[in-house]
């Protein structure tokens, strides 16, 4: 059976504002999540101390919620759930008031999976979420894939670079080049590209 996410719901007012009185909007924000069967760890304001506490809870997810439809106050908050998720990053999912369609795509821009406009019925919260949880999957694959790719490239760069360099140096053809190299690394119990940039590092040490 499947976990049940944690969440930390983030206010965009302050730390006073969260009552055990919870008004309409923090009370049918709650019962959704709870009736969808969500683990709630912490009700946090939208402050300088979030990244420290984010990083002591590790919640699963972040659910913003923007009681304000102040354009300012949006993005103080914002500012802060995305320099407290940038090195570990979550899905977000941003409930306001606001419809404002440049700041949605602002919001987007920065890393909220979900940027949703007077949705706070309960029924609508899990459905939410899930796409949330759902897009934030796809793009941290497609990221981890670019990096990936990026990498390749550098490494290969770096091979065709150490290729060169010893072809130069030793009159040797591609492919001898290439299987010295290849040799070079087993033999150090390297990867090819590792090998490659100590060669490289070595000849622009030594000029």
Do not use: C, W
Request: glycine share 4%; charged share 30%.
């Amino acid at each position: 059976m499947e976990h049940a996410l944690r969440l930390v719901v983030v206010h965009s007012l302050s730390s006073t504002a969260v009552q055990p009185d919870m008004d309409l909007r923090d009370r049918a924000l709650r019962i959704g999540l709870l009736e969808g069967g969500y683990n709630i760890v912490a009700v946090l304001p939208a402050d300088v101390h979030l990244a420290e506490r984010l990083l002591q809870l590790q919640p699963d997810m972040i659910i913003v919620d923007a009681e304000s439809d102040a354009r300012e106050t949006l993005k103080n908050s914002l500012e802060h759930v995305v320099m407290a998720t940038r090195e570990q990053p979550r899905p977000v999912v941003l409930f306001t008031e606001n419809a404002d369609t440049g700041y949605a795509q602002q919001a987007f821009e920065a890393g909220v999976s979900a940027y949703v406009v007077a949705g706070l019925q309960p029924e609508r919260i899990k459905p939410v979420l899930e796409v949330a949880q759902a897009r934030f999957n796809v793009e941290q694959r497609l990221r981890a894939e670019l990096a990936s790719t990026r990498t390749q490239l550098a490494e290969r760069k770096l091979i065709e670079r150490a290729k060169g360099l010893l072809m130069q140096k030793h009159g040797l053809t591609e492919d001898e080049a290439y299987k010295r190299l290849r040799k070079g690394a087993m033999d150090k119990n390297l990867k090819l590209a590792e090998l490659a940039e100590r060669i490289v590092d070595a000849v622009e040490l030594l000029g």
